[in-house]
């Protein structure tokens, strides 16, 4: 099948992935169809599968790429800093990292149940090894004497969706700015593991 005239993979195809995930966002993976996002890249329906076999490929390689460039970009902050400066700089990212990609985090979080279960064990996978990650910290904290938690897996899911929670409500231009933000959340994330908070 020819490509549309002006099209190319290295332009339209990451273009395809834009419009995928706008439109996934906003109208839910269930109810857009191929026609409307080659209509949103501005090309013939047919067209879209020389970028993607399917809607289904198209989901799991929106979700895959959040994954994987939510954990390369954990691997460039990462430090040998104490299990406390560890837990701060992870909370400040996980923040910064999700708000700086809203629509990317809606679809990775609300549409998992419309993967292959071949699909969604790999995004499970990407999950856990980004989530392993906090509670290694956890763990880290707990063996040194520096949290007080019982559980240091629960509470690193626990953590993760207040962290994550701040894209469902945060808005530009509100009263606080995101970094205001930041400390009120890591505030609450020390007292959660048993570490007295700095005012």
């Given at each position: 099948?020819?490509?549309?005239?002006?099209?190319?993979?290295?332009?339209?195809?990451?273009?395809?992935?834009?419009?995928?995930?706008?439109?996934?966002?906003?109208?839910?993976?269930?109810?857009?169809?191929m026609?409307?996002?080659?209509?949103?890249?501005?090309?013939?329906?047919?067209?879209?599968?020389?970028?993607t076999?399917?809607?289904?490929?198209l989901?799991?390689?929106?979700?895959?790429d959040?994954?994987?460039?939510?954990?390369?970009?954990?691997?460039?902050?990462?430090?040998d800093?104490?299990?406390?400066?560890?837990?701060?700089?992870?909370?400040?990212?996980?923040?910064?990292?999700?708000?700086?990609?809203?629509?990317?985090?809606?679809?990775?979080?609300?549409?998992?149940?419309?993967?292959?279960?071949?699909?969604?064990a790999?995004?499970?996978?990407?999950?856990g090894?980004?989530?392993?990650e906090?509670?290694a910290?956890?763990?880290?904290?707990?063996q040194?004497?520096?949290?007080?938690?019982?559980?240091?897996?629960?509470?690193?899911?626990?953590?993760?969706?207040?962290?994550?929670g701040?894209n469902?409500?945060?808005?530009?231009?509100?009263?606080?700015?995101?970094?205001?933000?930041?400390h009120v959340?890591?505030?609450m994330?020390?007292?959660?593991?048993?570490?007295?908070?700095?005012?």
């Amino acid at each position: 099948m020819a490509r549309t005239s002006g099209s190319s993979a290295e332009t339209t195809g990451p273009r395809v992935k834009e419009a995928a995930l706008k439109l996934f966002a906003q109208h839910g993976f269930a109810a857009v169809s191929m026609r409307q996002i080659a209509s949103e890249v501005g090309v013939q329906a047919g067209a879209l599968y020389n970028y993607t076999p399917d809607k289904q490929s198209l989901l799991f390689d929106l979700m895959r790429d959040h994954m994987v460039g939510l954990a390369a970009a954990w691997e460039h902050q990462k430090s040998d800093e104490s299990a406390i400066a560890q837990l701060e700089r992870f909370s400040r990212f996980h923040i910064r990292y999700h708000h700086e990609r809203q629509d990317a985090v809606f679809i990775a979080y609300m549409e998992l149940r419309n993967l292959t279960p071949e699909n969604f064990a790999i995004i499970e996978k990407l999950r856990g090894d980004y989530e392993a990650e906090l509670v290694a910290i956890l763990e880290r904290g707990v063996q040194k004497g520096d949290f007080s938690i019982a559980e240091p897996k629960i509470a690193a899911m626990a953590l993760i969706a207040m962290l994550t929670g701040v894209n469902t409500w945060f808005r530009e231009g509100g009263r606080l700015l995101l970094s205001e933000v930041e400390h009120v959340y890591l505030n609450m994330v020390k007292q959660t593991v048993g570490v007295s908070p700095r005012v």
